[in-house]
């Protein structure tokens, strides 16, 4: 599977083209068919995008897991198969957070809770590119990168614990010569929920 890196953000890996268009289809078509939750609908009405969580639900508000082990879906077997193997995170993945951004929405610069997820966190893209920006935790160095719909982000090490990462709202986004007119896009983040409340002091993202 070929894989790209980025010298400035060491423990980040993309892989273009995880999944296949006809993938792509058919898992939007199977998440466009479950209820989604966020703007008022719990479990995190505060939220103002979409969203969906499968397996262990995580409460932001409550800053930790609201369910215990419910199983991943079916459909979300397969694709968790395929990413086990590019981790070394002991712990298996237990969660899937799903997040739509419609044109104008967008997710703060933030640090995956160090306390309430495990070491990797993947990131699976659908629909629209869009660009997500990495800011080195301490300084002012911010590394943009186009995430492009099926490709998958693995963020370890630096990439995960040392660098904020986020995604404007802007309509239009540029990046060198790429110009990008934002549509919907949907993620899908997989995550090793860990059992407990999130120790940090800062709101837990
Ligand atoms: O939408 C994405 O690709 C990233 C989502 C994210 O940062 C998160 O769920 O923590
Ligand atoms: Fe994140």
């Known amino acids: 599977m070929p894989v790209q890196t980025i010298p400035e ?7 273009p083209e995880f999944i296949g268009p006809d993938e792509q289809t058919a898992l939007m ?3 466009d068919g479950l209820p989604w939750s966020g703007l008022g609908v719990g479990p ?6 979409r969203t969906q969580q499968r397996g262990c639900t995580f409460s932001f508000r409550y800053r930790k897991a609201i ?3 419910e199983p ?3 459909w979300a077997r397969d694709l968790v198969a395929r990413l086990a193997p590019l981790t070394t995170m002991k712990d298996a993945l237990n969660s899937i957070i799903i997040n739509e951004y419609q044109p104008g929405q967008g997710i703060m610069p933030h640090v995956d809770s160090l306390t309430a ?3 990797t966190v993947f990131a699976l893209s659908l629909l629209s590119p869009c660009v997500m920006t990495f800011d080195r935790v301490g300084s002012t160095d911010s590394y ?6 099926r490709s998958l982000l693995v963020l370890t090490g630096p990439a995960r614990f040392g660098f904020r990462h986020g995604i404007s709202k802007d309509l239009v986004e540029t990046l060198g010569d790429r110009t990008i007119h934002r549509e919907r896009r949907v993620s899908l983040t997989f995550r090793y929920i860990i059992p407990g409340p999130c120790k940090e002091e ?4």
């Open 44 to 49: 995190n009405p505060e939220l103002k995008r």
């Open 117 to 119: 997820f495990g070491d």
């Open 67 to 69: 369910t215990s082990t």
């Open 202 to 205: 800062a709101a837990c993202k």
């Open 72 to 74: 991943l879906p079916g």
């Open 29 to 31: 078509a199977t998440l």
């Open 144 to 149: 943009p990168i186009v995430l492009e719909p």
């Open 9 to 15: 953000i060491p423990g980040l890996s993309m892989y």
